[in-house]
């Protein structure tokens, strides 16, 4: 299964220190949904891609996030999204994307940074962002959606690196 990677737009609620969007990236607007059909037009005239990511910023700001993975569901696509997993913390929303997608066809990865939030937060640059995140990710895990959590570790977040990775294995 080949992968494409399809950026749908910047915006993010998150400033993390470990972005990779450059300030260049950061000066595009959003795709619009016709743009997206036509690059999604172009990534199925290669069959062996099957399988999109998702990202941006955080693609789930994207005002039509939704009809985008009904869109990418329809094309036969097996989705992934990288994401903060805030806005899950909406469990209708979850809902909503369950209802949408195919069994076996969609997972989200998302990033914690550390299990103290006040080291999470200040990687992040938003007071409040690993409580959300960890709200998003429990509806997502209630809602049976695959989740992969992966830890960025840096200077500041390592001193609580066993601390996560314990965290996490006990809450999930």
């Known amino acids: 299964m ?11 609620n998150h400033q993390c ?16 949904f016709d ?27 994207h005002p039509e996030f939704l009809r985008i993975l009904e869109f990418l569901s329809n094309e036969g696509f097996h989705i992934t999204v990288l994401s903060n997993s805030s806005r899950c913390k909406d469990l209708d929303f979850v809902k909503r994307i369950k209802q949408i997608i195919p069994t076996n066809s969609f997972d989200i990865v998302t990033a914690i940074h550390s299990s103290t939030p006040t080291i999470h937060d200040k990687l992040t640059g938003v007071s409040g962002s690993l409580l959300e995140t960890l709200e998003g990710i ?25 601390e ?9």
Do not use: W
């Open 2 to 12: 080949g992968t494409s990677y399809l950026a749908i737009g910047y915006e993010c």
């Open 17 to 32: 220190l470990c972005c990779p969007l450059t300030t260049y990236d950061r000066l595009h607007r959003a795709l619009n």
């Open 35 to 61: 743009e997206i059909k036509e690059r999604v037009s172009l990534i199925k005239q290669q069959p062996a891609l099957s399988h999109i990511v998702l990202s941006g910023g955080e693609p789930m700001f």
């Open 138 to 162: 429990d509806h997502l895990v209630e809602e049976n959606l695959p989740v992969t959590i992966k830890h960025i570790f840096n200077r500041i977040s390592l001193p609580t690196l066993l």
């Open 164 to 172: 996560t990775f314990q965290y996490l294995e006990e809450h999930y």
